[in-house]
T-cell receptor, first 107, second 116 residues
Framework: DAKTTQPNSMESNEEEPVHLPCNHS???????IHWYRQLPSQGPEYVIH???SNVNNRMASLAIAEDRKSSTLILHRATLRDAAVYYC????????FGAGTRLTVKP | GAVVSQHPSRVICKSGTSVKIECRSL??????MFWYRQFPKQSLMLMAT?????????EQGVEKDKFLINHASLTLSTLTVTSAHPEDSSFYIC????????????FGSGTQLSVL
């Protein structure tokens, strides 16, 4: 079973920030938190990852709770091209995906 | 950046035939590769974990004699769907795991298999 839970879907308006939550209450001390996104008929693509500290890259920011049992992917200004299914997974020996969050971006 | 190449991107075959899907890591060595299948509007379902030079570990409910996985080198893993049937029609995706969890997972572009 997947070790993460996410809302099934979220909506955002274009050029507004989006906060995508993920719960991973069974995370262990060495598990990295990874985020990927998938467009229709494509393989997933990397978004961001982190261990304990918040992380920023050109695509997004990752905010990790102090107890590491949850994290939030932040898209600072959503565009139509950000519409995708976003997956939060723990980087362990087995890489099982949860259901992910389908993000819809409205113009 | 590192790339995983997956071929073919689309294949149509007759029922009863076998289909081979290749997954190559182009500029890094992947000791571990994963194979997933995905039905429309659903998440990726892990089928098996493939370690170079050893037998693949299959998830519960995945028939190892039907979905043959070979990981003979550090840059190539193959998935062969044997005696394919229409219910095997799906989107198959491979991924390559780097050596350290502080590195990202790389995915192939997927293979859409349609069995007639």
């Amino acid at each position: 079973d997947a070790k993460t839970t996410q809302p099934n879907s979220m909506e955002s308006n274009e050029e507004e920030p989006v906060h995508l939550p993920c719960n991973h209450s069974t995370i262990s001390g060495t598990d990295y938190i990874h985020w990927y996104r998938q467009l229709p008929s494509q393989g997933p693509e990397y978004v961001i990852h982190g261990l304990t500290s918040n992380v920023n890259n050109r695509m997004a920011s990752l905010a990790i709770a102090e107890d590491r049992k949850s994290s939030t992917l932040i898209l600072h200004r959503a565009t139509l091209r950000d519409a995708a299914v976003y997956y939060c997974i723990l980087f362990t020996n087995d890489m099982r995906f949860g259901a992910g969050t389908r993000l819809t971006v409205k113009p | 950046g590192a790339v995983v190449s997956q071929h073919p991107s689309r294949v149509i075959c007759k029922s009863g035939t076998s289909v081979k899907i290749e997954c190559r890591s182009l500029d890094f060595q992947a000791t571990t590769m994963f194979w997933y299948r995905q039905f429309p509007k659903q998440s990726l379902m892990l089928m098996a974990t493939s370690n170079e030079g050893s037998k693949a570990t299959y998830e519960q409910g995945v028939e190892k004699d039907k979905f043959l996985i070979n990981h003979a080198s550090l840059t190539l893993s193959t998935l062969t769907v044997t005696s394919a049937h229409p219910e095997d029609s799906s989107f198959y995706i491979c991924s390559a795991k780097p050596g350290h969890p502080n590195e990202k997972l790389f995915f192939g572009s997927g293979t859409q298999l349609s069995v007639l």
